[in-house]
């Protein structure tokens, strides 16, 4: 099996290219890296692309995560977040080849007491979060066979995230100062892309056209809470030399362009009946990425 996989520079991307090489051949593309080098953003160059590589199954990590950015150049968002999904989810459908798409907690909005299910209504409040639901619309129009994969608050020991920024500055010894009424559930991009590529291994079994499923880190943290928990164990696992303080602020002090969601747990039942076993808990998957940290000494 031949798989596309876009974004392969990204953080995602890095995690699910050794685990797709398992399936098949892994062809990566990136704007600046992969196996070879293709401006998503183009559809021209991107239809080149997929007549070069002929794949029996895409998987498209790539996106415009740059949240407040995209409050500035919504254009761009709407071209990379609901076009390439879209033109991808096109080939995929009239070539009758899978595809496999990210999306995020982001389409959601509101304040609630029980985790967003994959049937619940969205109601994104800022540009990124209404790109990456028109992209979702996008694959459904587009009549693909697909399986588009909300997550949360992903993180990895890669530079570009939540975690290694705060550890970055943990290192050196600064305190913290973190948003404390935002919640949600932060996960791995390791575990993300294991519980991918339990999908994957599944398809078929799935039916027709879009299929999506919530996968995030069991449990719910705010910010604050989750920086507090990786400082201590960073700390503990000599990633950094020591903790530093942690000081919780809200949201209406911290300067952002963007809404972010103030309840954004994802209910991830449907994916953990389909494989039969709960996912990793946010500890266990911030443990797993510390490990990581300290192999590959990245950031």
Same mark, same amino acid.
């Given at each position: 099996?031949?798989?596309?996989?876009? &974004? #392969?520079?990204?953080?995602?991307?890095?995690?699910?290219?050794?685990?797709?090489?398992?399936?098949?051949?892994?062809?990566?593309?990136?704007?600046?890296?992969g196996d070879?080098? @293709?401006?998503?953003?183009?559809?021209?160059?991107?239809?080149?692309?997929?007549?070069?590589?002929?794949?029996?199954? $895409?998987?498209?990590?790539?996106?415009? /995560?740059?949240?407040?950015? #995209?409050?500035?150049?919504?254009?761009?968002?709407?071209?990379?977040?609901?076009?390439?999904?879209?033109?991808?989810?096109?080939?995929? #459908?009239?070539?009758?080849?899978?595809? =496999?798409?990210?999306?995020?907690?982001?389409?959601?909005?509101?304040?609630?007491?029980?985790?967003?299910?994959?049937?619940?209504?969205?109601?994104?409040?800022?540009?990124?979060?209404? /790109?990456?639901?028109?992209g979702e619309?996008?694959?459904?129009?587009?009549?693909?066979?697909?399986?588009?994969?909300?997550?949360?608050?992903?993180?990895?020991?890669?530079?570009?995230?939540?975690?290694?920024?705060?550890?970055?500055?943990?290192?050196?010894?600064?305190?913290?100062?973190?948003?404390?009424?935002?919640?949600?559930?932060?996960?791995?991009? &390791?575990?993300?892309?294991?519980?991918?590529?339990?999908?994957?291994?599944?398809?078929?079994?799935?039916?027709?056209? =879009?299929?999506?499923?919530? =996968?995030?880190?069991?449990?719910?943290?705010?910010?604050?809470?989750?920086?507090?928990?990786?400082?201590?164990?960073?700390?503990?696992?000599? =990633?950094?030399?020591?903790?530093?303080?942690?000081?919780?602020i809200a949201?209406?002090?911290?300067?952002?362009?963007?809404?972010?969601?103030?309840?954004? $747990?994802?209910? @991830?039942?449907?994916?953990?009946?389909?494989? &039969?076993?709960?996912?990793?808990?946010?500890?266990?998957?911030?443990?797993? @990425?510390? /490990?990581?940290?300290?192999?590959?000494?990245?950031?």
């Amino acid at each position: 099996m031949r798989i596309l996989l876009t &974004g #392969a520079a990204g953080q995602l991307g890095r995690h699910l290219a050794p685990r797709l090489a398992a399936l098949g051949d892994v062809i990566g593309t990136d704007r600046e890296a992969g196996d070879f080098r @293709c401006d998503l953003s183009d559809r021209r160059l991107l239809d080149k692309s997929l007549a070069r590589v002929r794949p029996d199954l $895409v998987v498209n990590p790539a996106a415009w /995560t740059a949240v407040d950015r #995209a409050e500035d150049h919504p254009e761009m968002a709407l071209r990379i977040n609901r076009d390439l999904p879209g033109w991808i989810g096109e080939w995929c #459908a009239t070539q009758d080849v899978p595809l =496999v798409h990210f999306s995020t907690d982001y389409v959601f909005s509101g304040t609630r007491d029980e985790p967003w299910a994959e049937d619940d209504r969205p109601a994104p409040d800022s540009v990124y979060g209404r /790109t990456k639901l028109e992209g979702e619309r996008a694959i459904e129009a587009s009549g693909a066979r697909a399986l588009i994969v909300r997550t949360a608050w992903l993180y990895s020991h890669f530079p570009g995230n939540f975690l290694s920024a705060i550890l970055t500055r943990a290192g050196r010894g600064e305190p913290l100062t973190v948003v404390s009424d935002q919640v949600g559930s932060p996960t791995w991009a &390791g575990h993300l892309a294991d519980a991918v590529i339990e999908l994957i291994r599944r398809h078929d079994d799935l039916g027709d056209g =879009v299929q999506r499923f919530h =996968v995030a880190g069991r449990g719910r943290y705010s910010w604050h809470a989750f920086a507090e928990l990786a400082v201590a164990r960073a700390a503990e696992a000599g =990633v950094i030399d020591a903790p530093v303080a942690v000081e919780p602020i809200a949201s209406a002090r911290w300067p952002q362009k963007a809404r972010r969601p103030a309840w954004s $747990v994802l209910d @991830c039942s449907r994916y953990e009946r389909l494989v &039969g076993r709960p996912l990793p808990s946010v500890g266990d998957g911030l443990d797993a @990425c510390l /490990t990581n940290w300290k192999e590959d000494a990245a950031c």
